[in-house]
């Protein structure tokens, strides 16, 4: 702008105080969170394939179940966590789904020691059942590729023991992974009963918010091993990892379902009819952008009117 | 309320606010914060570190499982890092890491990332189930042409393969402005939930106490 110049409208359109958006953007987020506003959404087909992937398991199926417990982006990330695990622990005790679960970081042993005994709290059938239905192996370090080809290849190589540290199943911990029923039981489905693999599975639950992580899980559970491993996947991720799970999404490919972000574990939460942080999170999502198309608005009205009005001016 | 979860309630609302402090610009709060945030992740790290080692190595090693002296000797090679003199010797373990690391990656790599990619281009292509399939496998599939095309270097981008390139760009753009928007409402994500926490947990939890 040229100095002692009136500034004109859509100058003062265009430089709006980043403060003053902050503030909008503040109270817009608040709304929800002091009344939630329950605006209609509709389940995307990636959080329904995710769903049904899960309830549509046939009997006497195993699931490994990486819980994605990342505590620096669980305000994104834990109510996909949250919805998945009573998702699964609403599947019916006749259908006798064998499950083996970890965390890959360390926080996350902690923080899901917490949610175990209280938000995702085991039916009292799964607590009662514990080595013999279900198994948390607690933190395994699978976090680079390299330990992943272990893990695919060979579970006890990267975890020998369970090593859980809450309450429930407490008298396991220290236990030799083959010693444990269900794990002796899971093994024994595949080639070798004294090794357990990805072979002995039918499904992983897996969640990441490094988005080349697709690459390498579908590089060392699918398209690894002789014959291959081609061991179907769900995964939870965050919104901005959607453009590297979509080639590998497909009722054919290796990503069966995925539920990216907050907004979608909105969607999994009606699905599995416990509503949660994941709605007033969807609220929020809208809200925002709501906020955000009007200031975009606002950007291209004053480059515009600058453009067309301001040039007829000089 | 266990005293210490009200001491962490508050610990945890002081650093968002010290942090979100920064919308009015930079001062002493948002300084100190960000630098006790670093310290306490480093000396998190460091703590699970050694419990870590000591679970999976040392305490193997005294059992008599004398093949986890070599990983165990490995990462302690690592650190000769801080010193010059030394530091060469951190270059075995990161040499074995990085063969490693490229030896599992490279053979499955070229089956799912190019093989599965290009026949999935195609298959979706002729197997498609319905007329929006169809749409979605011919934009892939055009996608996956002109943006291929975008990375020729080696002759000039004119006549087809510049219509090709120019089209291949707006490919590019295109998927930039999608993860430009997933990061976008991640981030608006991530400050709903520290507004919530402020809100509800701190405020109508603790200060008023559940009101």
Not at chain 1, 102 to 121: C, N, P, Q, R, V
Not at chain 2, 70 to 77: C, H, N, R, T
Not at chain 2, 160 to 181: P, T
Request: glycine fraction near 10%; charge should be negative; hydrophobic fraction near 50%.
């Amino acid at each position: 702008m040229v100095e002692g110049k009136k500034e004109s409208i859509w100058d003062k359109m265009g430089s709006i105080d980043y403060r003053i958006i902050y503030a909008v953007f503040i109270v817009m987020l608040s709304i929800p969170i002091f009344s939630p506003l329950g605006i209609p959404m509709k389940v995307s087909q990636p959080v329904q394939d995710y769903y049904n992937a899960i309830v549509n398991l046939p009997p006497d199926s195993a699931i490994l179940v990486h819980s994605f417990v990342d505590l620096s982006v669980w305000a994104d990330t834990g109510p996909i966590l949250i919805a998945t695990w009573k998702t699964i622990w609403d599947i019916a005790e006749e259908k006798n789904i064998k499950i083996i679960a970890y965390t890959s970081l360390s926080d996350g042993a902690l923080k899901m020691s917490d949610l175990l005994l209280d938000e995702i709290k085991p039916p009292q059938w799964r607590a009662d059942s514990y080595g013999e239905t279900w198994v948390d192996l607690g933190y395994i370090p699978v976090v680079n590729e390299p330990v992943q080809a272990s893990f695919a290849a060979d579970i006890t190589s990267v975890a020998a023991t369970d090593g859980h540290i809450y309450d429930v199943g407490s008298e396991w911990v220290g236990t030799p992974l083959l010693d444990i029923p269900v794990v002796k039981d899971i093994a024994a489905r595949g080639g070798d009963p004294n090794v357990i693999n990805v072979y002995d599975f039918d499904l992983y639950i897996w969640g990441s918010w490094g988005c080349t992580s697709p690459d390498q899980w579908v590089r060392q559970f699918w398209t690894t091993g002789n014959p291959l491993y081609e061991l179907p996947m769900v995964m939870m991720t965050i919104g901005n990892c959607v453009p590297n799970v979509m080639p590998y999404y497909g009722a054919d490919k290796p990503i069966l379902g995925f539920v990216p972000g907050s907004a979608g574990a909105a969607g999994l939460e009606l699905l599995c009819g416990h509503k949660g942080e994941g709605i007033v999170m969807a609220d929020i999502g809208d809200l925002a952008g709501i906020a955000t198309v009007f200031f975009l608005i606002l950007g291209n009205v004053s480059y515009w009117g600058k453009r067309l009005f301001e040039k007829e001016e000089r | 309320m266990l005293i210490q979860d009200q001491i962490g309630l508050v610990v945890s609302a002081i650093m968002i606010v010290s942090q979100l402090s920064l919308i009015v610009g930079d001062n002493f709060f948002f300084r100190w914060s960000t630098r006790v945030v670093i310290g306490f992740s480093v000396m998190h790290a460091l703590i699970w570190g050694i419990y870590w080692s000591n679970r999976y190595a040392v305490q193997p090693i005294m059992k008599g499982e004398l093949v986890w002296i070599i990983p165990f000797v490995l990462g302690l090679m690592m650190y000769t890092r801080l010193t010059k003199k030394w530091a060469w010797v951190s270059k075995y373990p990161m040499g074995l890491q990085l063969g490693v690391g490229f030896g599992v990656v490279v053979v499955s790599m070229i089956r799912s990332q190019i093989l599965d990619q290009i026949k999935m281009t195609i298959v979706d292509l002729l197997g498609a189930s319905s007329p929006y399939a169809l749409l979605n496998a011919v934009l892939v599939f055009i996608g996956s042409i002109t943006v291929t095309t975008f990375f020729f270097f080696t002759k000039e981008h004119t006549g087809l393969l510049g219509k090709s390139a120019y089209l291949g760009r707006a490919f590019i753009m295109c998927s930039i402005a999608v993860i430009w928007a997933g990061d976008y409402i991640w981030a608006m994500s991530m400050l709903a939930g520290q507004l919530q926490f402020l809100i509800r947990d701190f405020l109508f939890g603790l200060v008023l106490g559940g009101a």
